[in-house]
């Protein structure tokens, strides 16, 4: 662990929100009372009916209940959007950039205000009614932003679907939400090739059933089969529709989204947040840890997909009437330069992307960044994996001319919003380290039987008591919510994550604990993986762990027992490979399999991970106790036979 640190740049202390001083004094005041603290906060989104109670909310296992402002209404569109009207209706709210450089757009507050409602009310001539479940399957388009928007405008629970998954994950999310009404695009476009979106939504709606109608916004202008009575096109409805919606009053607690996300069994769940709490989270989180003042432009580079791209591309910036970047396209299309390219185009002063991206730019060398000017950043930022030292320097030295501080946000889908993060006039830097929490977050670091240790130590993190920006439960799952999250560690929510504290109180998350594994800072759990393998008619059985991977963090290494008459190939290797693609998406893709004639296992026929994952380490050096195998030979023959990486 890299223990330099980055003291804060002198102008960065007099521009910031916060100085250390002032961010310790808020820290204090926020964990003394938090009703208090976020009472005052909660004020910073427009309430039609204020709320009179602040926090109403329970770890306890036999009663998991979280409520925040749960007799306020408001809107979250009507704060993204409509509140910006009378200040800001010129000022630009998205600027689009699209995978081709040629294309973009820049789309003003009152823009967004016309498209959100002619959206809306495309949704409503669709059926859709406050609370029915939309799900939204679309590339990096503005009509995604549109769509989510629309929903949250009607009082629809939008649920977004990465474009990268396969028809059959898109068909489990469609089912789980019970969504009637999809909206998609013909095809996406990202790096120059496309993405088959409408195909693939055809044969999720085969799978799933259900679905009543599916609204395609055309993006390449392929030609795509539609179902007559189910399908249209966007534009072609949208064209009569007005371009005002009224929007509908919605209780804090109502819900806003659904999005999925990998565990560590079973299938995705439901991650469910709300209206109010989320909204006053994101916004505030978005402003204080970018430090965001108004003329900035910002530029996140996640997916919409991803939670990142919900509270970090849309509804924190917008809250705040930010200018939001979104981009279509990929990090190395057309050039390896495109990202600094874009950062010049659009005079991008706030930067926030993920570790796998930097390292594999990294691996260009300095002369792609260099040759651009990056003139307009002072503010980088980085999330979805535990930044490793090296790829933080070339960050801070490369990108960011040694001038900007770098913020590394740790959070989760779960939390909605970042927890631990530096902010980045007030807190000193040390690569690697998330540093401290934001206002009203309290970490605790536990040993494995929940003892809350002190100082300096290293253990499991969890958090003691909630934040407004908390998931409510498991759609449709309230019981998977409180085993996964509260039973653990009884009257904590436990973050799955394995964390260090130093001396200065600092905190450093070094990875998942749990069969999680995260690979180019998607989540994946090791049971989906092996899920989909042993549905392949050749394969008997399969472990599935992860392994550190130069670029992606963690690659995906899969241990496969072929059924009885089925003999080892590379032809099987690749086949299998493309069967995962296939049923999950490319993000879940095998990079090393092994063929392995049993797998360790305990006598009473437990699959001993711990052992797999060692060999996938290249640590079997360190098998640590073997003792309880039912069969220690089958040890050396995986040790004998694994697989290279690279
Ligand atoms: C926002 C997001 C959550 C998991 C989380 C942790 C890892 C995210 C991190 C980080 C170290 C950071 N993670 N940010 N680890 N440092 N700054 O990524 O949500 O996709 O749900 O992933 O990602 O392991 O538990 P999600």
């Not at 409408?198 to 089969?225: F, H, Q, Y």
């Not at 509270?311 to 390896?336: D, K, W």
Request: contains cysteine; hydrophobic residues 35%.
């Amino acid at each position: 662990m890299s223990e330099k640190t980055y003291d804060v740049p002198a102008e960065w202390s007099s521009r910031a929100y916060v100085d250390e001083a002032k961010y310790r004094e808020i820290y204090a005041a926020s964990v003394k009372d938090p009703v208090a603290f976020w009472g005052e906060h909660g004020k910073r989104i427009h309430w039609f009916a204020p709320y009179t109670k602040v926090k109403n909310t329970s770890y306890d296992p036999h009663n998991v209940s979280i409520k925040w402002y749960e007799d306020g209404l408001t809107n979250v569109a009507y704060n993204c959007v409509d509140r910006h009207l009378a200040t800001r209706g010129d000022q630009v709210a998205i600027i689009w950039e699209g995978d081709n450089p040629a294309e973009d757009k820049k789309i003003t507050y009152r823009e967004l205000y016309e498209e959100v409602c002619r959206f809306a009310n495309v949704l409503k001539s669709r059926g859709v009614k406050k609370g029915d479940r939309v799900t939204l399957y679309l590339p990096m388009i503005p009509e995604a932003a549109y769509a989510m928007l629309a929903c949250a405008r009607i009082g629809a629970i939008h649920s977004v679907v990465f474009g990268g998954f396969s028809p059959d994950s898109l068909a489990g999310r469609i089912e789980d939400a019970g969504s009637t009404v999809i909206v998609t695009a013909d095809e996406g476009l990202r790096g120059g090739r496309k993405v088959p979106l409408k195909l693939n939504t055809d044969a999720a709606c085969d799978r799933a059933g259900g679905v009543e109608s599916v609204i395609v916004v055309r993006r390449t202008g392929a030609n795509v089969p539609m179902r007559s009575g189910r399908d249209v096109y966007y534009d072609e409805i949208a064209k009569n529709m007005p371009a005002e919606c009224a929007v509908a009053e919605m209780n804090a607690e109502d819900p806003l989204f659904i999005l999925y996300t990998s565990g560590s069994t079973g299938k995705p769940k439901g991650v469910l947040h709300t209206t109010g709490g989320y909204l006053v989270y994101a916004a505030m989180t978005h402003q204080y840890v970018f430090d965001y003042h108004d003329g900035d432009i910002y530029w996140c580079t996640a997916d919409v997909g991803w939670v990142t791209g919900h509270s970090y591309i849309v509804y924190g910036p917008l809250a705040n009437g930010a200018t939001t970047l979104m981009f279509e396209g990929v990090p190395n299309y057309p050039t390896i330069s495109r990202f600094w390219e874009v950062i010049d185009k659009h005079k991008v002063n706030i930067f926030y992307t993920a570790p796998t991206a930097i390292r594999s730019l990294m691996q260009a060398g300095e002369a792609p960044v260099t040759k651009t000017s990056r003139a307009s950043l002072r503010l980088l930022g980085s999330v979805g994996e535990p930044i490793n030292p090296e790829a933080w320097e070339w960050y801070h030295r490369v990108v960011g001319d040694h001038r900007c501080p770098i913020v590394d946000t740790w959070w989760q889908t779960e939390t909605g919003g970042i927890l631990i993060t530096p902010l980045p006039g007030a807190i000193k830097l040390k690569p690697g380290s998330a540093t401290l929490p934001f206002f009203g977050v309290v970490p605790e670091v536990v040993d494995a039987n929940g003892q809350v240790l002190d100082g300096v130590c290293e253990g499991n993190l969890v958090l003691s008591d909630s934040w407004p920006g908390q998931m409510r439960t498991v759609y449709g799952d309230h019981e998977r919510f409180v085993q996964t999250y509260f039973s653990t560690y009884a009257g904590k929510y436990f973050t799955g994550d394995g964390c260090r504290r130093d001396a200065d109180g600092f905190y450093w998350i070094t990875g998942r604990v749990d069969d999680v594994i995260n690979v180019s800072g998607h989540r994946m759990g090791t049971a989906e993986v092996e899920s989909a393998l042993v549905a392949h008619p050749k394969v008997s059985e399969a472990a599935v762990v992860g392994y550190p991977h130069d670029i992606k963090g963690q690659g995906i290494y899969a241990y496969v027992t072929l059924m009885s008459d089925i003999e080892p190939s590379e032809e099987l290797r690749k086949e299998l490979v493309n069967w995962v693609r296939k049923e999950i998406g490319p993000i879940a893709q095998p990079d090393l399999i092994q063929f392995a004639p049993s797998l360790p296992k305990t006598r009473s026929g437990k699959i001993m991970r711990r052992i797999l994952r060692k060999i996938a380490e290249d640590e079997f050096g360190n098998l640590g106790d073997t003792s309880t195998l039912a069969d220690p030979g089958v040890v050396e023959d995986l040790i004998g036979n694994r697989q290279n990486r690279r």
